[in-house]
């Protein structure tokens, strides 16, 4: 095995002395917003869409961005590396109070006890970001790859690795360097060396990419990472592919303690019910169900807990679980989509794609709280202030089964405008599952000022394990599109596939007879379109059910021509 570029030990100094620096207050404001290049022809996803595509939110905020307009005091606004914080949202008169940024995880100091990703996530920190497994004629190569003096991550390091990398191989994330200076470094599951890196990139940052087809697996904190079960955070930053996931089972997204010691906590999406909102699991309860919706457009996500209970934060949405929670003291845990890192079942529904992490053991003040989220903003272009809003309803055909890396067909078509995404859709769900997804779409949708769902299901219903009849399929879909259409959506529905024993002929009788009214219907798999042969396994897999990667980009581009302009109209 190959090993390329060493780091000074003295990363560790460094990297405590910049957080001193930090917690001192001798670091400026500054902002590193980033975008996505343009025309790079590598191939790799890049999202979001350049921010001149977010129907007019690329603005300072002003006077009537209010109560009206659905903002909220305390809500975030990022334009260019500039944050604002909104002090007053009085109608008419609104009042956005610039804010000073620094690095996510100094708003952590000096209780940050993990910092890492693929940006300096602690201001002033040169030193090893991650640790890259590539095959080379067949042999395992190890390179580092580091965050330079000026705070930069070295992409011509890894294009060099990619570049050298055997045919049909990824390159996959050994280790993940602590940047706090505590030397608690992130190591890949023995075994399990899934996590890509080099093919999905938000707002111009590499990522630590998931997905359904990697494989399950993750990392491991390790046990000396320790934190109190009743104070403590963890952040991300980056996105998710999807909001749902069918596996409470999961720690999606992170694991903390270990369940053998009697203290453990996890937070994930969706539990076995399907229903699109973030829960959480500890000592007390397996499952209690927030009223916190992620987004899987780039944002910020944290958890953190309190003597008194939970918050929730992702974008400029929040939720509080109020449960008394015992002191107590949990060690290491796990990130990734698998069951408690332990058995190994299957990937989970729910995928990442990080830039950083950050893991504290004292939860922020309020101030602490709004630092973080603000420095994320900027370092992660990410633009809380959107209000323009997507959800998709569905089955495996949108939350990408068979696919790498997340990129299902509602992410990649964040590549063509920038709004709120909401993927809510399940592998395996049937229309019954379907409906209990609504009452996510409709939480999302309050705030919201333009409002598109996707609907696009049915499939399951047939299988012998549910035995739903095409004349409930029809009812379930109806139901749907009413509720979401009463909730002030825009409805656009996915005709069904050609596939064996899909009910596409009983939808589209439905439609045409009024029975099931979408304000836009979409058939992407006509005898005269792409998608219509699902024998074509270029666009579709090998099973004549799941399109392909190359049929997610095909599904992207047609179902964005018929629901872009009503979630971006034209300015």
């Given at each position: 095995m190959a090993r390329h570029r060493q780091w000074p030990a003295k990363r560790k100094r460094q990297a405590l002395a910049a957080l001193a620096l930090v917690a001192m207050g001798a670091y400026p404001p500054q902002a590193w917003a980033a975008s996505c290049p343009v025309g790079t022809g590598d191939g790799v996803v890049c999202v979001p869409a350049a921010d001149v595509l977010s129907g007019?939110?690329?603005?300072?905020?002003?006077?009537?961005?209010?109560?009206?307009?659905?903002?909220?005091?305390?809500?975030?606004?990022?334009?260019?590396?500039?944050?604002?914080?909104?002090?007053?949202?009085?109608?008419?008169?609104?009042?956005?109070?610039?804010?000073?940024?620094?690095?996510?995880?100094?708003?952590?100091?000096?209780?940050?006890?993990?910092?890492?990703?693929?940006?300096?996530?602690?201001?002033?920190?040169?030193?090893?970001?991650?640790?890259?497994?590539?095959?080379?004629q067949g042999r395992v190569v190890v390179t580092t790859i580091g965050i330079g003096a000026d705070g930069e991550f070295d992409h011509e390091a890894l294009r060099a690795a990619l570049a050298g990398r055997d045919a049909g191989t990824f390159a996959t994330v050994l280790r993940v360097y602590d940047q706090s200076g505590h030397g608690h470094d992130l190591d890949a599951t023995p075994g399990r060396h899934v996590v890509h890196i080099g093919e999905v990139r938000v707002a111009g940052h590499e990522t630590l990419s998931w997905g359904e087809e990697n494989g399950p697996g993750g990392f491991v904190i390790p046990a000396s990472l320790k934190v109190p079960a009743d104070d403590f955070f963890f952040g991300s930053v980056g996105t998710y592919a999807s909001s749902n996931s069918g596996y409470a089972a999961y720690p999606v997204p992170v694991?903390?303690?270990?369940?053998?010691?009697?203290?453990?906590?996890?937070?994930?999406?969706?539990?076995?019910?399907?229903?699109?909102?973030?829960?959480?699991?500890?000592?007390?309860s397996p499952d209690r169900r927030t009223d916190l919706v992620i987004t899987n457009s780039p944002a910020a996500f944290d958890v953190y807990a309190t003597r008194g209970g939970y918050g929730l934060d992702c974008a400029n949405a929040s939720a509080r679980l109020a449960s008394p929670i015992a002191p107590g003291q949990m060690n290491g845990g796990y990130i990734g989509f698998n069951?408690?890192?332990?058995?190994?079942?299957?990937?989970?529904?729910?995928?990442?794609?990080?830039?950083?992490?950050?893991?504290?053991?004292?939860?922020?003040?309020?101030?602490?709280?709004?630092?973080?989220?603000?420095?994320?903003?900027?370092?992660?272009?990410y633009m809380p202030q959107l209000r323009a809003t997507l959800v998709v309803i569905g089955?495996?055909?949108?939350?990408?089964?068979?696919?790498?890396?997340?990129?299902?067909?509602?992410?990649?078509?964040?590549?063509?405008?920038?709004?709120?995404?909401?993927?809510?859709?399940?592998?395996?769900?049937?229309?019954?599952?379907?409906?209990?997804?609504?009452?996510?779409?409709?939480?999302?949708?309050?705030?919201?000022?333009?409002?598109?769902?996707?609907?696009?299901?049915g499939y399951n219903d047939h299988l012998e394990y549910n035995h739903i009849p095409p004349d409930e399929t029809v009812r379930n879909i109806a139901l749907m599109v009413r509720r979401l259409k009463k909730a002030g959506f825009t409805v656009a529905l996915v005709d069904e596939t050609s596939t064996a024993g899909a009910p596409r002929e009983a939808l589209r009788a439905a439609v045409r007879d009024g029975t099931i009214t979408p304000d836009i219907e979409i058939d992407p798999f006509a005898p005269d379109q792409p998608l219509y042969n699902v024998e074509n396994h270029t666009n579709w897999s090998s099973d004549d059910t799941h399109p392909s990667q190359i049929g997610h980009a095909i599904l992207a581009s047609m179902i964005w021509k018929r629901v872009g302009p009503s979630l971006l109209p034209p300015r």
């Open positions: 007019g939110m690329d603005r300072a905020p002003g006077a009537h961005d209010d109560a009206r307009a659905g903002y909220a005091v305390g809500n975030l606004w990022q334009v260019d590396g500039r944050v604002w914080r909104a002090a007053s949202v009085a109608a008419g008169a609104a009042r956005w109070e610039l804010v000073p940024t620094a690095r996510p995880a100094d708003a952590l100091a000096p209780h940050a006890v993990f910092a890492g990703g693929t940006v300096r996530m602690v201001s002033g920190y040169v030193g090893p970001a991650v640790d890259v497994e590539t095959r080379q694991l903390l303690g270990d369940a053998t010691r009697g203290r453990e906590f996890k937070t994930f999406f969706g539990s076995y019910s399907l229903d699109g909102f973030t829960h959480i699991a500890d000592a007390a069951a408690d890192g332990g058995p190994w079942f299957s990937q989970g529904r729910n995928t990442g794609q990080w830039t950083g992490l950050v893991i504290a053991d004292k939860a922020p003040d309020a101030a602490g709280l709004a630092a973080f989220q603000a420095a994320a903003a900027a370092v992660g272009n089955d495996s055909r949108s939350e990408g089964y068979r696919l790498s890396d997340g990129r299902n067909w509602p992410y990649l078509m964040q590549q063509y405008g920038r709004y709120q995404s909401y993927d809510l859709a399940v592998s395996g769900a049937t229309t019954r599952q379907m409906l209990g997804m609504v009452p996510a779409a409709e939480a999302v949708g309050r705030h919201a000022s333009q409002r598109v769902a996707v609907v696009f299901g």
